[in-house]
């Protein structure tokens, strides 16, 4: 209704991004825009050029906030988590730890974070200037 004709919604939280999308496309079924919907952790740079997989408040994330943030982790344990093929439903009390992550902890910092999240922009740089419709390679 304000003119927008493109909508990057940038998610952070692995449950938003269905409700997100059928929200869209409701919206851009009526007011006519295109929208995308990036979860940070399923850029594939971050694995290939870092090596990063992601997990749930692992090192990862944390790194990523330390670099954002003032944020200073305390140091962490690792605690056993099980991974699990699809999303379980209801989720298994095991895929995360009792602390409330998965994957792996304790190699957080704000340096890593730093390099993550130079990937990151970088990456919605590109999406952007490909008016949202960035092919993968």
């Not at 919604?9 to 409700?19: L, S, V």
């Not at 992601?54 to 990862?60: I, K, P």
């Not at 962490?76 to 009792?98: H, L, N």
């Amino acid at each position: 209704r304000n003119g927008f004709d493109r909508i990057l919604f940038m998610n952070g939280h692995g449950a938003n991004a269905t409700i997100a999308g059928h929200v869209l496309k409701e919206l851009s079924d009526e007011l006519k825009f295109t929208a995308c919907i990036v979860s940070w952790w399923e850029i594939h740079e971050l694995e290939s050029e870092l090596g990063i997989s992601t997990g749930h408040a692992d090192e990862n994330e944390a790194s990523l906030v330390m670099a954002l943030t003032d944020w200073k982790k305390h140091p962490s344990r690792q605690a056993p988590s099980r991974r699990y093929f699809g999303r379980v439903i209801p989720m298994p009390k095991d895929q995360f730890t009792k602390y409330g992550y998965a994957g792996k902890v304790g190699g957080e910092s704000k340096e890593k974070g730093e390099r993550m999240a130079k990937i990151i922009v970088d990456k919605l740089v590109k999406l952007v200037k490909a008016d949202l419709l960035l092919k993968e390679d």
